[in-house]
């Protein structure tokens, strides 16, 4: 069973009568009880994917950033990394 959800806004727009058509029809196809309910579907779908590719673009762009700026950079190792080395030296050899 659905949870009910509090619909506050509202969103009007104008159609071609093919594309009103064709979305009628894709909608009697998909099963959705209503035509709204069949746009706010797929509309919302669509939107989550573009909102979530975004997201990863960003992220990766972000990464590729951190990982430039510490191979590249002349930044010298702080003194907690100088000390793991050395530790890790003398159990090495």
């Given at each position: 069973m659905e949870a009910q959800v509090n619909k506050e806004e509202r969103?009007?727009?104008r159609v071609s009568s093919a594309d009103k058509r064709i979305f009628k029809r894709a909608?009697?196809?998909?099963?959705d009880k209503s035509f709204s309910s069949f746009v706010v579907r797929i509309v919302k779908k669509e939107a989550e994917e573009i909102v979530?590719?975004?997201?990863?673009?960003i992220v990766s762009e972000k990464?590729?950033?951190?990982f430039f700026d510490a191979v590249f950079n002349e930044t010298?190792?702080?003194?907690?990394?100088?000390?793991?080395?050395?530790?890790?030296k003398s159990k090495m050899y």
């Open positions: 969103m009007e727009l909608q009697k196809l998909s099963g979530a590719k975004e997201d990863r673009i990464d590729r950033q951190l010298k190792p702080n003194k907690n990394l100088v000390e793991a080395a050395k530790r890790y």
